[in-house]
């Protein structure tokens, strides 16, 4: 029994969290951290990702991150990240939520109004509608933004890659990098209360940490937690 279960069979819904940012910001790094730093909390969790995240919607990723998308032209490319998303939402962050398990996904629906925004040539009503039906009631409570340089991000990518090609998008330019990471900033600063940015040069730990402030005090403070002094100990040296 996780501790959003209230005994009697019907659970709390959980909590949906996203993190998003360009190429090397972090983000599946700062996922792992995060989701075993709830799980210690007795959060049942679930880890996941986007493009894919369902079997249905992983046989999707290679397409879409080959650039075989990219040949149906802007909006086709566009519904197909979308028609991955349908089945991503419908089979695995829906229930999940639905049990009261938290659920933390390494990329969702702000990448696509990002890259797609940073590609241009797509309205941005056309870009809205299609996140509407793709994700329902599926809305982030929290979205964690890394930000970073977009140089800096690109030089990590190629390190980790290790003389793997660059997929469809890594392989774009810096004037797209730069663009994609204002079109982050926006969302955030147009969403402030479902957002968050952090800077995301900063070593792996103190970044680790500001997501976790973040995380308490916008979703754990108000959820049902287990009281536990030493926890409360750790959070206030973290935070002197
Ligand atoms: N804060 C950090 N400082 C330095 N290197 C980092 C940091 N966070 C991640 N990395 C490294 O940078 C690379 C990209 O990180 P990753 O988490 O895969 O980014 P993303 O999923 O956003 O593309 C990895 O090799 C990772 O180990
Ligand atoms: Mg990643």
Redesign the pocket.
Known sequence: MTEQSNGSGSARRGRFITLE?G????????VRLLVSRLEERGIEVVATREPGGSPQAEALRDVLLSGRAARFGPRGEAILFSAARIDHVDKIIEPALARGAWVVS?RFADSTRAYQGALGNLEQRFILELERVAIANARPDLTIF?DIPPEAGLL??S??RNGEPADRFEAEGIAFHAALRKAFRDIAKAEPERCVTIY?L???GD?AAEIWREVETRLLEEAPKKSSRTRRKHAAQERA
């Open positions: 940012g190429e090397g910001a972090g983000k599946s790094t700062q390494d890394l990590r990518v390190q980790r995301a900063a070593p792996e970044v």
